[in-house]
């Protein structure tokens, strides 16, 4: 079966007033119908850049420079702008990670979830509400028939989020984008909120991107998992085995930050520093500051992807 969508040599850059910012460079990832990927990262890596860049959403002033994003074998860089709204929201679609700021306010819930039905299916306005109620019984908020007449703030934020859920399951998309979908979320409502998407995306088929800095997240719901730094892809393989035989430094400290990797009594493990400046030429490993296994080498030379095993792939001079 071929890929639902493949990327290949996706670098997108900001031409800022101070340097250009290379905030994803040469990224690879492969996602199948019904897989869940998860990419992870600390803040400031490049995992929502990728996201607006499959979408074609990258703000100004940036602009994708390289690279081909292939869904169902089309090209959506070559695609025009006319064609790729037609995609984008109907057959991909992005739950974005703050709704507050994301929901526009001055419209209601029902409104909101009703446009794209209208825009991408063509149906009338009686026809978008009976539907957007639908819609948002089936990711959970109670009395939809009121709830549609709301605006966002009238909403918890648990409500909010699945309002966006619900938005972009309107035209039924072939593929969702999650850029963390529980961020500021408590633990019940998170665990709701993952669940939901877990269940429309059995009954669905579609493939979700589950874009997280939660790796207990990520144990529990990722079929693979493609871990990010500095704007690279630096580590990938079935989230099992990621786990299990973690081969890149910065995966292992990742890991190590977990609380239930320590012992009781015990500091967190960190790892000390911080992602480099992306308006700098970074020669060599852009983690090897950072780095406990750093050689000499490491300063000159930037390491390439290359095979660990089957499915496992790792960017790093050191790893086996």
């Known amino acids: 079966m071929p890929p639902l969508i493949e990327i290949k ?25 019904g897989e869940t990927l998860a990419l992870v990262g600390e803040s400031g890596c490049g995992k929502s850049i990728t996201a607006a860049s499959i979408m074609r959403l990258v703000p100004p002033p940036g602009r994708i420079v390289a ?53 991408h299916r063509g149906l009338s306005r009686r026809e978008a ?44 998309p072939e593929l969702i984008i999650a850029d ?44 693979r998992t493609a871990i990010m730094y500095a704007g690279r892809i630096v580590e990938t393989a079935e989230t099992s085995e990621l786990f299990r035989n973690p081969l890149h430094p910065y995966t292992r400290g990742l890991l190590a930050s977990l609380p239930e990797f320590g012992a009781p009594g015990e500091k967190l ?3 000390a520093g911080s992602v ?17 296994i750093c050689v000499a080498a490491c300063a000159t030379q930037e390491p390439e992807m290359k095979e660990a095993g089957a499915g496992h792939s790792v960017r790093c001079l050191k790893a086996p």
């Open 180 to 223: 963390e979908p529980t961020t500021a979320l408590d633990v019940t409502i998170q665990a709701q909120i993952l669940e939901l998407l877990d269940r429309l995306k059995k009954e669905t088929g579609m493939g979700l991107i589950l874009i997280t800095h939660n790796l207990g997240i990520v144990a529990e719901r990722a079929h």
């Open 129 to 172: 509400e009976r539907e957007a109620v639908e819609i948002l019984s089936q990711v959970g908020i109670p009395a939809p028939r009121e709830r549609i007449r709301d605006y966002p703030h009238q909403l918890s934020g648990g409500m909010r989020q699945r309002v966006m859920i619900a938005m972009a399951l309107s035209c039924r």
């Open 276 to 292: 480099p400046d992306l308006r700098n030429e970074i020669i060599g490993c852009p983690f090897r500051e950072r780095c406990p």
């Open 67 to 119: 690279g081909s994003i292939l869904f169902k074998g089309i090209d959506l860089l070559q695609l025009p702008e006319e064609e790729m709204r037609g995609i984008r929201g109907n057959r991909i679609a992005m739950v974005f990670q703050d709704p507050m700021t994301s929901l526009n306010p001055v419209f209601t819930v029902g409104n909101q979830v009703a446009e794209g039905l209208r825009v």
């Open 9 to 33: 040599g996706l670098s997108t850059q900001f031409h800022l007033a101070t340097g250009v910012l290379k905030a994803v460079q040469c990224v690879d990832l492969t996602l199948d119908p």
């Open 269 to 271: 493990s960190t790892i």
